[in-house]
């Protein structure tokens, strides 16, 4: 059975830092693409970061490129989004994704349940 | 980026109702197009993918259609389980993008 788990959110300051983490368990980790995708609060879905199966290639949404950055450690079935400057426009229930094949994002087969993370002073 | 438009917002329907949403993308997404339900306070799950192919295990109630840019997601008898906010989605392009979303009801 495909299951994520999501971990690491949480309330922090503006321009503050968060990661994320994502445990994957049920399928051949390094086959298939992750991605990120949130939810702000009562809003709809915005795709965020995505990482291949392998890891080596990443992608970002122009609204949080220079400022997160995603991972993928193959030897803990765990991928993770590292947070930095964080703005209130960030906050939203974050959900990793995985994607029907290993490459470029595109279609999510499979969801985590979310964290929320909250950017509030 | 391309933009996804969603129609209705959300609607108001019968038990038994044939239900249909459309989602018209920017530009051709080349049948690149997945359907998701969300159901409240819970992760979005896949329905449709490639425009109109069943995930595993969805009820075959649920159907898509359409090409180019002009996408129908229906659901032919709608049950009091299918309450929730249904999105399309876009993978032709970087990045995925998604529609707005329609919120099913039960009138």
């Known amino acids: 059975e495909v299951q994520l788990v999501e971990s690491g959110g949480g309330s922090v300051q503006p321009g503050g830092s968060l990661r994320l983490s994502c445990a994957a368990s049920?399928?051949?980790?390094?086959?298939?693409?992750i991605s990120w995708v949130r939810q702000a609060p009562g809003k709809g879905l915005e795709w965020v970061s995505g990482?291949?199966?392998?890891?080596?290639?990443?992608y970002y949404a122009d609204s949080v490129r220079g400022r997160f950055t995603i991972s993928r450690d193959i030897s803990k079935n765990t991928v993770y989004l590292q947070m930095h400057n964080l703005r209130a426009e960030d906050t939203a229930i974050y959900y990793c994704?995985?994607?029907?094949?290993?490459?470029?994002?595109?279609?999510?087969?499979?969801w985590g349940q979310g964290t929320l993370v909250t950017v509030s002073s | 980026d391309i933009q996804m438009t969603q129609s209705p917002s959300s609607l108001s329907a019968s038990v038994g109702d044939r239900v249909t949403i459309t989602c018209q993308a920017s530009?051709?997404?080349?049948?690149?197009l997945n359907w998701y339900q969300q159901k409240p306070g819970k992760a979005p799950e896949l329905l449709i993918y490639?425009?109109?192919d069943l995930a595993t295990g969805v009820p075959s109630r649920f159907s898509g259609g359409g090409s180019v840019t002009d996408f129908t997601f229906t659901i032919s008898g709608l049950q009091p389980e299918d309450i929730a906010t249904y999105y399309c989605?876009?993978?032709?392009?970087?990045?995925?993008?998604f529609g707005g979303g329609t919120k099913v009801e039960i009138k």
């Open positions: 049920g399928f051949i980790f390094s086959g298939y693409a």
């Open positions: 989605q876009q993978y032709d392009d970087h990045p995925p993008t």
């Open positions: 490639d425009a109109s």
């Open positions: 990482v291949t199966g392998s890891g080596g290639v990443t």
């Open positions: 530009q051709n997404i080349n049948n690149y």
């Open positions: 994704a995985k994607d029907q094949g290993p490459a470029a994002p595109g279609t999510f087969d499979y």
